[in-house]
């Protein structure tokens, strides 16, 4: 067992327990952001000539070896150790002697931790936030190509109106482009470096905060040592923007899997992201749907998990905040999985057309516009409501549909009915009628497409400020 304390203790720890301890099967995926925080932290102890412009050579060479290394398949991460923090420094220090002890000046396991699962978390969300704009693109590409394919909108999964395809996914691009704020500004609000923070109370050592700060592109240290320790505010705001992702991913794959149905079959998803039936061979199955609906709970369970870790504990640094990263790194994973995925299979289905204007055209879907004519010939509208509301009990029970009923018909309801209903009723003006911001109308879908063009274009991807030497 190789750790790095035991001073202290006159008994090995018992074997059960050391493995019961130990993080290193999952906290060896930081290992580069450990060896990275390592190098501004030993550039500033050089710096501040707490250690030797020479040992500062020998630790940045060991260092640079390392990831090297470990990158190349070189070097494997040796699950003996503790953590991942021991086995960079023990490897270190066989490399290059007695500067390598030198590492862990006027820095505590507490804060490199904390150190580390930023940084990891920090490139999530830049990695996650370039997976939401490739999303983005492929949704505002299906929009750009259906401002004219008319299907039904639905309230209570029961049709209510007529809308358009570029309309229906132009929804979803609002809820992922929020998704993309979110990430922005929890990159904003978690981007401040607690290294020098020690273990809770700060060190004796004379550090600049300041410079490893900035040599790791944050905006600045933290301001709190035992704050800086414990924090993990940023891990929950990011599982929660995660889960608010999924549920998106989750509600667009429960429409796809619905239109996907032979009851609907406005969608044929292609092959590359179908499976089939081990045993009825004329089924085609939504499965990429379908495992991005389950796992989004998946992803709740991991911001449950760290908020019920957190609920209890005190200041400062606790063990029970080793099992931040299990559940995380899960859901990190997750994500960004379904995300690609759906991605791909958003752009490769193809969509019946004719089936959706169809099913549009037998649902009433133009009953409220048959209601706003009456209206504007004047008649009240509650009573028009009410016209129209026998009007549909009279298709019903004919089986058919408002526009096929004759004008003979239409007048025995209510004398108000004139030939240019059938014009208003159609299920192209019931469409493009409706110009509001916002509305499916093609003229109002081109604006909001316009705009989100220009959003997509002018994204700010300079996620560091100037002055930081951090590159990805």
């Known amino acids: 067992m190789a750790q790095l304390w035991g ?22 995926r930081l290992v580069c952001q450990d060896i990275e925080g390592s190098v501004a932290h030993v550039t500033m102890l050089a710096r501040q000539g707490i250690l030797t412009e020479k040992e500062m050579q020998e630790i940045m060479v060991g260092l640079t070896s390392i990831r090297e290394d470990v990158e190349s398949g070189k070097l494997l991460i040796d699950e003996k150790y503790e953590d991942i923090h021991s086995f960079v420094e023990a490897v270190l220090t066989e490399r290059v002697g007695e500067a390598g002890k030198k590492l862990h000046t006027g820095r505590s396991r507490n804060d490199q931790v904390a150190l580390d699962m930023r940084l990891y978390t920090r490139l999530q969300v830049i990695e996650v936030d370039a997976l939401l704009k490739d999303l983005l693109e492929v949704i505002l590409n299906t929009m750009k190509e259906n401002l004219d394919t008319c299907m039904p909108g639905f309230t209570h999964l029961q049709k209510a109106q007529p809308i358009t395809l570029a309309h229906h ?18 990159f904003k609000r978690m981007n401040y470096c607690p290294l020098g923070a020690g273990a809770l109370a700060g060190t004796t050592y004379p550090l600049d905060r300041d410079l490893t700060a900035e040599l790791m ?33 989750s509600r667009f794959s429960e429409e796809i899997i619905i239109w996907n149905s032979n009851e609907y079959r406005f969608v044929e998803i292609d092959d590359a992201y179908s499976t089939g039936s081990s045993i009825m061979p004329q089924k085609k199955n939504p499965d990429i749907a379908e495992l991005v609906r389950g796992k989004t709970g ?24 080793q099992e931040d990263k299990e559940a995380a790194f899960d859901a990190f994973d997750t994500v960004k999985d379904c995300i690609g995925l759906f991605t791909g299979m958003l752009s490769t289905m193809k969509f019946n057309k004719e089936r959706m204007a169809a099913s549009a055209m037998k649902g009433f879907t133009n009953a409220t516009d048959a209601a706003d004519y009456l209206v504007n010939k004047g008649v009240p509208f509650r009573d028009a409501h009410g016209i129209i509301g026998r009007l549909v009990l009279y298709c019903i029970d004919k089986n058919t549909s ?71």
């Open 402 to 472: 408002i526009d096929a009923l004759s004008l003979e018909e239409l007048k025995k309801i209510s004398d108000r009915f004139e030939e240019d209903i059938y014009d208003a009723v159609s299920l192209k003006t019931c469409v493009e009628k409706r110009l509001t911001v916002g509305a499916p109308g093609s003229e109002a879908m081109r604006r909001v497409i316009a705009l989100q063009e220009q959003y997509l274009a002018e994204q700010d991807d300079d996620w560091f400020p100037d002055s930081g030497e951090y590159k990805i």
């Open 169 to 186: 996914y132009g929804a979803y691009f609002e809820m992922f482009k929020r998704d993309r704020l979110r990430m922005k500004d929890i």
């Open 217 to 249: 592109g944050f905006y600045g240290p933290t301001l709190n040592s035992m704050d800086s320790v414990s924090d993990r505010d940023y891990l929950i705001e990011f599982l929660a923007a995660l889960s608010t992702v999924m549920m998106h991913l």
């Open 298 to 321: 998946r992803v709740y369970g991991a911001l449950v998990s760290l908020l019920t870790t957190m609920k209890g504990l005190p200041l400062a640094y606790n063990k029970d905040m």
């Open 7 to 28: 001073g202290r203790f006159t008994k090995e720890t018992d074997k059960q327990v050391y493995d019961f301890n130990a993080s290193i099967r999952f906290d060896k």
